[in-house]
């Protein structure tokens, strides 16, 4: 049997496959079928489970990044930024093993790792405001 996959790497692979999917118009199925080919992603049960998550609730995360961007609408927002913040937004809200701050220090690192040095700042400005959002509303 399987080792279990990391959390970071099963965050990583459904990163990957969420920003796959702002590019295509295929199924969950389609995408983790084409991803098979791929030997440095996750693809088990918790990744698709992630994935169907944040493809389920992509309006609600999307009205929430619209929320707190105050710099750019979501049509204006890199796709790349865009796949790390519903990832994040997600996980804070629906993935109650996965603390906020742990979401979005992870999203930095993504960001980090993918995108441009300029969207670190502005991906860690929203979940910042996200974030402050949060606390005041459950204090």
Request: proline share 1%.
């Amino acid at each position: 049997m399987a080792a279990k996959a990391k959390r970071r790497d099963v965050r990583e692979s459904a990163f990957i496959i969420s920003f796959e999917m702002l590019f295509r118009d295929d199924s969950v199925d389609d995408i983790f079928a084409a991803a098979q080919m791929l030997e440095d992603i996750v693809l088990d049960d918790e990744v698709r489970a992630l994935v169907e998550g944040i493809c389920d609730k992509a309006e609600e995360l999307d009205l929430m990044i619209t929320k707190y961007s105050k710099q750019r609408s979501i049509i204006r927002i890199p796709r790349i930024n865009l796949a790390v913040l519903r990832l994040a937004i997600y996980e804070a809200l629906y993935d109650d093993k996965v603390p906020m701050n742990v979401a979005i220090s992870e999203a930095v690192k993504l960001t980090e790792k993918y995108a441009l040095e300029a969207d670190v700042s502005f991906v860690n400005g929203v979940l910042g405001a996200f974030s402050r959002d949060q606390k005041q509303n459950d204090g």
